[in-house]
């Protein structure tokens, strides 16, 4: 975390926030908060400590109920950046895999996922919902299964440009 903070804000800040992460485990929260809506924005790409970077900015949803539920769905995601295909199918994925995909697509590929229900009869995109949220019961992740609605939301506002 060190190397992501040292190139998201000046020396003088880098070192009082690090100080401050570490001396002061109170104010851990809007540590998370400046360095989310820096990461948020920056114009740089950032290469370094992807999976920090999405830890960040999913600790900025106003819904979350722990800091576990945000771990896992920048898990989620980063899980899903090198797919091919990322849409789910209900005869070939199961668990985790599953409920995962369905999150995804309908976070990023709602409309995709639309077209297909409307034009070669694939379940409807209320289909999916049901399903991942069902999934994230099952699979012992109920927060997000409570929460399925915002992240759907959520995501594409936070990570899409």
């Known amino acids: 975390m060190p190397a992501l903070i040292d190139s998201l804000f000046p020396k003088s ?9 570490k001396e002061d485990v109170g104010s851990r929260h809007l540590l998370k908060e400046a360095i989310a809506q820096k990461i948020i924005g920056s114009d740089e790409i950032l290469n370094q400590m992807p999976l920090t970077q999405l830890m960040f900015v999913a600790s900025l949803s106003p819904f979350a109920s722990s800091d ?7 898990t989620i995601v980063y899980w899903s950046v090198n797919k091919r295909d990322i849409f789910p199918l209900i ?4 668990g985790k895999e599953l409920a995962f995909r369905c999150l995804i697509s309908l976070s990023f590929f ?3 996922l639309t077209k ?10 209320s289909y999916y919902r049901a399903i991942g949220i069902n999934t994230f019961n099952q699979i012992g992740m109920p927060e997000i299964g409570v929460h399925f609605h915002q992240w759907e939301g959520f995501l594409p506002e936070m990570l899409v440009i």
């Not at 800040?13 to 992460?21: F, G, T, Y």
């Not at 005869?91 to 199961?94: D, E, V």
């Not at 297909?116 to 995109?125: L, N, T, Y």
């Open 13 to 21: 800040e880098s070192d009082a926030i690090r100080k401050l992460w």
């Open 110 to 112: 709602e409309k995709a």
């Open 68 to 74: 576990e539920e945000c771990t896992n769905i920048a």
């Open 91 to 94: 005869t070939c994925h199961r």
């Open 116 to 125: 297909k229900w409307k034009r070669r009869g694939a379940p409807s995109p």
